[in-house]
Nanobody, 114 residues
């Protein structure tokens, strides 16, 4: 059974940084195109970034240049380095395959506030 555990969220001031982690167990992460998603209160879950098995990234326009997605297939873990955070980045962040193949994890809350 595949399990996803997101971590690394927290409260940060505008302009700050956070690094999120996505640990996957029960499957081989390296064969999947993986993605980060986020959901703000009252909003639909939205795609944030994608990374292919060989490390090619793609980003939502509003986070490009501020967020960096990466993965370590040997650790079955994916990361999202977030810098220059804005209030509008506040959301619960989730990871999954790009096809949303796995059951969703609990997510990790990111709150950007002064």
């Amino acid at each position: 059974q595949v399990q996803i555990v997101e971590s690394g969220g927290g409260l940060v001031q505008p302009g700050g940084s956070l690094r999120l982690s996505c640990a996957v167990s029960g499957t081989i992460l390296g064969i999947y195109v993986m993605a980060w998603y986020r959901q703000a209160p009252g909003e639909q879950r939205e795609w944030v970034a994608t990374i292919t098995p060989d490390g090619i990234p793609a980003y939502k326009a509003s986070v490009k240049g501020r967020f960096t997605i990466s993965r370590d297939n040997t650790k079955n873990t994916m990361y999202l380095q977030m810098s220059s955070l804005k209030v509008e980045d506040t959301a619960a962040y989730y990871c999954n395959s790009l096809s949303e193949h796995f059951s969703w994890g609990q997510g990790t809350q990111v709150t950007v506030s002064s």
